[in-house]
């Protein structure tokens, strides 16, 4: 398996154990309840990010999404997106989910880079409460099958 394969292996796994362990692909109402934040060093993190399929006010963000993945490829050198993807929350003081198409959007970066996503997220796609989730990226094994003789 050659370098890229297995990175792109690795961003993939990572994205999908990330999906089935979170509940919903928005928690605004747990960010209120608990701040929680990390220090990273200078290493690479894997970025996963949930990208509206659409605006508040009901429309489409194309423009929005070209000049974030334009700006994310020249900050990051690159970006793996995973389309239509659907996410369910709750919002705060109410009791019904509601259920959100998005898409996902991958990046090997820089620890920064979330902020910028983050701020990104707010004022260009009107969320209240973006979904960036940081992971420090470690040393990686893939395994290749072997055959038996």
Same mark, same amino acid.
């Given at each position: 398996?050659?370098? !890229?394969?297995?990175?792109?292996?690795? @961003?993939?796994?990572? +994205?999908?154990?990330?999906?089935?362990?979170?509940? =919903? &692909? /928005?928690? &605004?109402?747990?960010?209120r309840r608990m701040h929680t934040s990390a220090q990273f060093s200078s290493e690479r993190v894997l970025h996963l990010i949930v990208v509206p399929k659409e605006l508040p006010d009901g429309r489409a963000p194309t423009q929005q999404l070209a000049d974030l993945?334009?700006?994310?490829?020249? /900050? +990051?050198? =690159? !970006? $793996?997106? @995973?389309?239509?993807? $659907? =996410?369910?929350?709750?919002?705060?003081?109410? $009791?019904?989910?509601?259920q959100e198409r998005n898409?996902?959007?991958?990046?090997?970066?820089?620890?920064?880079?979330? +902020?910028?996503?983050?701020?990104r997220l707010r004022e260009d796609f009107q969320q209240r409460c973006p979904f960036v989730v940081s992971l420090p990226i470690r040393r990686i094994a893939?395994?290749?099958?072997?055959i038996a003789e």
């Open positions: 398996m050659t370098p !890229y394969r297995s990175r792109r292996l690795f @961003i993939v796994l990572a +994205a999908a154990a990330l999906m089935a362990a979170t509940t =919903g &692909c /928005r928690t &605004c109402h747990k960010a993945l334009e700006e994310v490829a020249q /900050r +990051a050198g =690159g !970006y $793996t997106t @995973i389309e239509k993807v $659907t =996410g369910g929350w709750l919002p705060p003081g109410e $009791t019904e989910v509601v898409d996902l959007l991958l990046v090997e970066g820089p620890p920064d880079l979330a +902020a910028f996503l983050m701020q893939v395994p290749e099958p072997t």
